[in-house]
């Protein structure tokens, strides 16, 4: 992990002129660290996983086994997680959410939940070899009420390790959303507790927020089972490895270790699973699962294809996909697409959207798939430096399409003889915010905190727009070649 981390830095020392000159910040970055393929590793988190979907109360409830060993100069005497279900709406702030939802076409109430704290933490217990559980104590940090901190008895010294059981209750409301249920299908995504990340200056839990991703995670193992109801499929980040039917129309679902950013979980009766695969540069074959509706089977079968050439073109440029797996998800989330680790979910209303708008769909699904690479293998700090990710993976997805259809390609492919029609040309869909911004002289900086961007408008043209033209820069500074080794140096 930290070979990775001073890798990641030398790249950023290397283009301190280029960031610079876009009023960045390179001595900013905390962290980046890149899963490999083997999933032992004895330094990383690692999670053992009980999760219980109830579909008739709507809750999950899930058994945690944490162990985490101290890699820092450091001892503590605390272990601290990220819980996002204590979010709760501040008051006040209910209108910018509100208008934010509006903007991604969702109506408020069906994305807001003003009743906020549906995650709860019932027990939590410290495990040592040859003596009983003992209880653990622990409380939510006043200004960051989703850090939730576990007092040890005993400082955890440089090199040891500690392991620790919570069990906790998510209470699923009925909202569109990351963690929640709607139409039929149950969402559990960022919504587990993982611990935060510690480096020597101590524990780093980066607070909630609702309008984008805030996630900073170390890689952890996760060993998982999932309980839901027999007649459910289940999305997930890793490969099923068995199911077990249960009394009660129940079944459990025991997947592979999986190593990535996160752990996300969706199940629905109303799920179809269509499946394809692709061959890496290296040989290797990923298996391609998407979960969809069955009305929705065309972009199903569109989405396989466009992730299996994303899949294959990403592996060139940065290095090989880490996992034998790739799943897509449909779900009820108000945002188009948004990752997970080795999984990505993309809205109802994309799977819906009328055949001929395919060359939109094929930017939206490139975008998220690439950020397995630049989120899941390379990990950022999404609170501090959103542009990282998000503008790594807006200028990867262009010169993607770029090589496949053109530099401005379109949007809509209307049938012969409406070509005539009015159509969305790709390099007007990417440039009209930020340019809207600089004529009414409202261009944030790429590099900032995500709540100083204000609003998405202020996000996506500073974090995505203005922040993937750092990249073109790069590239245009070095040539191709020298570039994407300059890239691939830092999946090493």
């Known amino acids: 992990m930290r070979t990775t981390y001073l890798t990641f830095l030398s790249w950023t020392a290397r283009a301190a002129l280029l ?4 009023v960045l910040s390179p001595s900013s970055i905390e962290a980046a660290d890149a899963p490999a393929l083997a999933a032992e590793s004895p330094v990383r988190p690692q999670y053992d996983l009980d999760i219980s979907i109830d579909d008739t109360t709507h809750r999950a409830t899930i058994r945690e086994r944490v162990t985490w060993i101290n890699t820092t100069k450091t001892a503590t005497d605390q272990l601290v997680f990220n819980f996002y279900p204590h979010f709760q709406v501040p008051a006040g702030e209910s209108l910018l959410f509100a208008k934010t939802l509006e903007l991604l076409r969702l109506q408020p109430s069906l994305g ?72 039929g299908v149950t969402f559990l995504t960022n919504a587990l507790p993982l611990l935060a990340v510690c480096d020597d200056g101590g524990w780093k839990p980066m607070p909630f927020v609702p309008w984008h991703q805030p996630w900073y995670n170390e890689a952890g193992v996760f060993r998982a089972t999932v309980t839901v109801p027999e007649n459910e499929k289940v999305a997930c980040s890793a490969v099923i490895k068995s199911e077990q039917k249960l ?30 695969s692709t061959k890496l540069p290296d040989g290797r074959e990923v298996k391609l699962r998407c979960l969809a509706f069955a009305q929705h089977e065309f972009y199903a079968t569109e989405i396989l294809k466009i992730v299996g050439e994303a899949i294959s073109t990403f592996s060139q440029w940065f290095g090989p996909y880490p996992y034998s797996q ?88 209307w049938p012969k003889g409406l070509e005539w029609l009015p159509n969305i040309y790709r390099e007007n869909y990417r440039n009209g915010s930020m340019y809207h911004a600089i004529r009414n002289n409202e261009m944030p900086p790429a590099a ?45």
Not at 19 to 22: G, Y
Not at 141 to 165: C, H, M, W, Y
Not at 333 to 340: A, D, H, P, Q
Not at 347 to 354: E, S
């Open 247 to 276: 009394p009660g129309n129940k079944k459990k679902v025991l997947f592979e270790p999986f190593l990535g950013r996160d752990f996300a979980v969706l199940s629905s009766a109303r799920y179809q699973e269509f499946t394809s």
């Open 112 to 183: 807001i939940d003003r009743h906020g704290k549906a995650g709860n933490v019932s027990s939590a217990h410290l495990l040592a070899a040859n003596s009983a559980p003992t209880s653990l104590s622990y409380s939510y940090d006043e200004k960051n009420t989703t850090a939730l901190r576990f007092s040890l008895p005993n400082a955890v010294q440089p090199g040891q390790s500690v392991t620790i059981e919570l069990v906790c209750d998510i209470l699923l409301p009925n909202k569109q959303g990351r963690w929640g249920y709607y139409e």
């Open 19 to 22: 960031f610079a000159a876009l």
């Open 448 to 492: 900032q905190e995500l709540p100083q961007y204000k609003h998405l408008f202020g996000l996506f043209t500073g974090a995505y727009d203005r922040g993937s033209r750092v990249f073109g820069m790069i590239e245009d500074r070095l040539g191709e070649a020298a570039f994407f080794d300059f890239i691939r140096g830092n999946f090493v």
């Open 326 to 413: 790739f799943t897509v998800a449909e779900s009820y989330f108000g945002w188009n697409g948004n990752e997970c680790g080795g999984l990505i979910m993309v809205d109802d209303r994309v799977f819906g959207m009328p055949h001929l708008a395919r060359g939109y769909v094929e930017y939206l699904v490139s975008h998220e798939t690439c950020h397995q690479w630049w989120y899941n293998m390379i990990g950022t700090n999404g609170f501090t430096e959103p542009y990282l990710d998000e503008g790594a993976a807006a200028y990867f997805t262009h010169r993607l399409i770029d090589t496949k259809h053109g530099k401005n390609n379109t949007f809509l492919a």
